[in-house]
C-alpha cells in the first residue's frame, strides 16, 4: 500500500523521483521520503510525516542533486506515520539504504537477533529490521549486495516489494518481490533505468517495462542486461520486456478539479473501450476470447464463486443477480478476506471468478492461489494490465477504464459490472435461458448504455443542490431492491470513504427488521426505485420512511410520477432492463459522495486512512 520509485541513470534523480512518487501518492500518503545520492557520493536523505509536497518543501531547500535515488511514499503498518517510521531506511554502517512496500511478519524475531548481534535501531519498522539484516547477512558471507539479499529474503517472512542501493557503488540497485508489485522502465541502451510500483512514474521516459514475478530479484547495473533470479535458489530467470500501452494523458486530471471527477465523466468511454471487440451488438454476438476459449467450463459450471474485496466485492453481488437471473447458473459471493481462511468447498466443476480494479490486492490474490490449490479454474476479471492478479489466474478479462487513480472506485466498478453483464449474456443464450430475440434485444439495449450514462452526467449540477442539503448529516441509509441492492451498498460505501459520514446500504425490506428505528427527520435515506425493479415494494418501503419523517432522495426512472409525490428529491436516469440498471443508478449516487466530500472539505482524491490497491492483508 506504499509507493517506490527510483531511478539510477545520466538525469537528475530528484525531479524524477519525487514526481513519481506523486504519481503514486494514490497509494498510500500519511508519509514520505527520498534520498539521492550526487557525484562525489554524498548521500543526502530526506523524509517527513505529511504528503509528496510536504517532502518537496524540505528537499528544494537542500541538496537535491544527484543522477541516482530512492522515493517512497507511506501507508504505515509497522510503526506510526511520524519522521522516523518513515522511509526510505538505512543500514547502521549508512552504505545500504531502502525503501519497502509490504509487511515483514517476522521482523521481531530477526530484530532480536541483530540486537545481540550490536545493532541499533532508530525507527518501529520491519523495514529498518530488513535493511540491517540484509547488512549482516553481507557481512558474514563478504558478499556482493545482491546475493546478500537474495539471502536475506530467504529469512524472511512476509510480503514484500524494495529496492536497495549500496551508496559506495553508484552504478547498481537491487529490487526484489513477494507479493507486492514492482515494474522496471529500461532506458535506451541501458543506460538509465527506472524502478517503481506501477509503470506510470516512468511511462515519458520508456516504454520498456519488466514486471517482476513473486520470489524474484533483480539486479540492474548501468550500461547491463537487468539480470533476474530467483530468490529461494538462484536460479536464472530470462527477461520478459513488455511495451507499455499508458500514456501520460491518461493518468493526468484532464482540467477537472479531482481524479474522482475525471473518472466518473470517463464512464460512457470507459464502458465503451470494455465493448469494444466483444460486443458485436449489429451482428447479435457477444466475442470474448478468454470466455470462448474455455467455453466448455463456463457451460459446465456446478456454481461460480465470486471472490473480490470492497468495491468490486459488490461488483460481484451484481454478478450474481446477472448470472442467475440470465444464466441461470448458482453463484456465491465472497470476500476474499473471509475465503481465503474459511477452507471453503470448492468442488470440481466450481468456477472462481476474481474482481479486482487494481490487480494487486492481497486477499484476493491469496484466495486465487487457494482456489487455484483446491483444482480450481481461475478466471479474472482485472484493470491492471500485467497486475498479480491478471498474471495468476488461468484466464481473464481486463476492464478498459484506463488508469483509476481517485481511491474511490468509479469506472472500473461500472466496467467490472460490464465485463460480468458480457459473460452472464452470453452463457445464458449458449446454454438456452436466452431466446436469441431478447439476447438480440439486451445486446442493442446494451448497446446504447454508453449514451444514457453521457445524458445522466448532465444532472451533475442537480445532485450537487442535493448534496448541499445534506452535507452535514451525520449519518445515511441506502436503499435497493434486486439488481440495485450491491449498488445501494456501494453508494454507501462511496460516502463513507470519500467524506467520513456514517452510511450503511440495505436490501429495502430489511429496514422493518431493525434498521427503520434510525429513521427520523434528520436522516437522509437514499433509495433506488426504478419501475422494472420490484417497483412497488419499493414505493411501499418510502412511504414506511416518510411516515417516519425520514428525507427521502429517489432515484427513478425518467416519467415517474408517484415516487415524484413522496420523495423529498428525485433523481431521474433513463429507462432501460433491469438488469443493466446498476451501469445508471449507481451514477448519481458516485455524484452525490463526490459533492458532499467535496463541500465537506475532505481531499476526496486521497481519502484519510485509504489507499488506492491493498498490497498487504
Ligand atoms: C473502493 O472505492 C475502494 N478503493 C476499495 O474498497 C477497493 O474497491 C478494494 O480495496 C478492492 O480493490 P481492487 O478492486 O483493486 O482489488
Redesign the pocket.
Known amino acids: 500500500m506504499c509507493g517506490i520509485t527510483s531511478y539510477l541513470g545520466y538525469r537528475d534523480a530528484y525531479p524524477i523521483v519525487i514526481n513519481g512518487l506523486q504519481r503514486l501518492e494514490y497509494r498510500g500518503y500519511d508519509s514520505a521520503g527520498i534520498v539521492l545520492v550526487d557525484d562525489e557520493h554524498n548521500v543526502n536523505l530526506y523524509k517527513t510525516k505529511g504528503k509528496v509536497s510536504d517532502l518537496k518543501e524540505i528537499a528544494e531547500k537542500n541538496n537535491t542533486s544527484g543522477c541516482m535515488g530512492l522515493g517512497h511514499t507511506r501507508w504505515a503498518t509497522h510503526g506510526i506515520p511520524n519522521n522516523e517510521n518513515s522511509h526510505p531506511h538505512t543500514s547502521n554502517s549508512g552504505n545500504l539504504v531502502i525503501v519497502h512496500n509490504g509487511i515483514i511478519e517476522n521482523y521481531d524475531t530477526i530484530k532480536k537477533e541483530l540486537l545481540t548481534r550490536g545493532y541499533t535501531f532508530k525507527s518501529d519498522t520491519d523495514t529498518e529490521v530488513l535493511v540491517n539484516l540484509i547488512e549482516e547477512v553481507k557481512k558474514q558471507n563478504n558478499c556482493k549486495l545482491g546475493k546478500a539479499v537474495q539471502m536475506a529474503l530467504t529469512n524472511v517472512v512476509g510480503a514484500y516489494a524494495i529496492a536497495i542501493f549500496d551508496v559506495t557503488k553508484k552504478d547498481e540497485i537491487i529490487v526484489a518481490r513477494l507479493g507486492s508489485p514492482i515494474a522496471i522502465g529500461i532506458g535506451e541502451d541501458n543506460k538509465e533505468f527506472f524502478v517503481a510500483s506501477d509503470a506510470s512514474p516512468f511511462i515519458e521516459y520508456t516504454k520498456d517495462a519488466v514486471y517482476l514475478d513473486d520470489e524474484e530479484l533483480a539486479i540492474i547495473k548501468l550500461g547491463r542486461d537487468i539480470r533476474i533470479r530467483k530468490i529461494n535458489d538462484d536460479s536464472v530467470v530470462e527477461t520478459n520486456v513488455q511495451e507499455l500501452k499508458l500514456n501520460l494523458e491518461q493518468i493526468e486530471k484532464g482540467g477537472y478539479e479531482h481524479f474522482m471527477l475525471k473518472e466518473i465523466h470517463e464512464q460512457p468511454k470507459a464502458i465503451l473501450d470494455t465493448y469494444r471487440g466483444r460486443l458485436l451488438a449489429d451482428k447479435g454476438i457477444i466475442k470474448m476470447g478468454s470466455v470462448d476459449n474455455n467455453i466448455a467450463k463456463f457451460l459446465n459450471a456446478n456454481r461460480i464463486i465470486i471472490v ?6 459488490h461488483a460481484g453481488l451484481v454478478a450474481e443477480y446477472l448470472f442467475e437471473d440470465l444464466a441461470r447458473i448458482p453463484v456465491e459471493v465472497e470476500y476474499a478476506s473471509e475465503f481465503r481462511y474459511r477452507n471453503p468447498v470448492i468442488n470440481k466443476n466450481d468456477i472462481v471468478i476474481a ?7 492481497a486477499d ?1 490474490l491469496a484466495a486465487i492461489k487457494l482456489a487455484k490449490s483446491k483444482g480450481a479454474f481461475v478466471f479474472g476479471v482485472c ?1 491492471v494490465v500485467g497486475s498479480s ?1 491478471a498474471r495468476e489466474t488461468h484466464s481473464g478479462a481486463y476492464t478498459h477504464a484506463g488508469p483509476e487513480i481517485g ?3 468509479t469506472k ?1 466498478f461500472t466496467t467490472q459490472i460490464t465485463i460480468l453483464t458480457l459473460i452472464a449474456l452470453k452463457l445464458g443464450n449458449l446454454k438456452g435461458e436466452l431466446s436469441n430475440s431478447v439476447f438480440h434485444h439486451y445486446l442493442q439495449e446494451l448497446n446504447l448504455i454508453p449514451a444514457k450514462v453521457e445524458n445522466l452526467l448532465k444532472i451533475n449540477s442537480e445532485i450537487e443542490n442535493i448534496a448541499a442539503i445534506y452535507k452535514d448529516a451525520p449519518n445515511c441509509l441506502y436503499l435497493g431492491r434486486g439488481y440495485n441492492f450491491p449498488v445501494a451498498l456501494e453508494g454507501a ?2 460516502l463513507k ?1 470519500i467524506s467520513y459520514i456514517h452510511a450503511e446500504g440495505y436490501p429495502a425490506a430489511e429496514m422493518k427488521h431493525g434498521p427503520i428505528a434510525l429513521i427520523d427527520e434528520f436522516m437522509p435515506v437514499v433509495v433506488i426505485a426504478t419501475k422494472k425493479g420490484h417497483y412497488d415494494k419499493v414505493v411501499s418501503n418510502i412511504q414506511e420512511i416518510k411516515s417516519r419523517n425520514g428525507k427521502i432522495i429517489a432515484i427513478v426512472t425518467k416519467g415517474d410520477t408517484t415516487v415524484k409525490e413522496i420523495a423529498d428529491h428525485i433523481i431521474e436516469i433513463p429507462e432501460t432492463e433491469e438488469a443493466f440498471s446498476p451501469l445508471l443508478t449507481t451514477i448519481p449516487l458516485q455524484l452525490l459522495s463526490y459533492h458532499i466530500a467535496v463541500m465537506r472539505g475532505c481531499n476526496v482524491d486521497q481519502p484519510r486512512n ?1 489507499a ?3 498490497t498487504v492483508e
Open positions: 473480490a474485496c470492497g468495491t468490486s466485492w474482481i479486482s480494479q487494481s490487480g494487486e490486492t484476493t484493470n492478479i481511491v474511490a472506485s472500473a460505501l462511496k470513504e485509504l488506492k490497491s491493498v
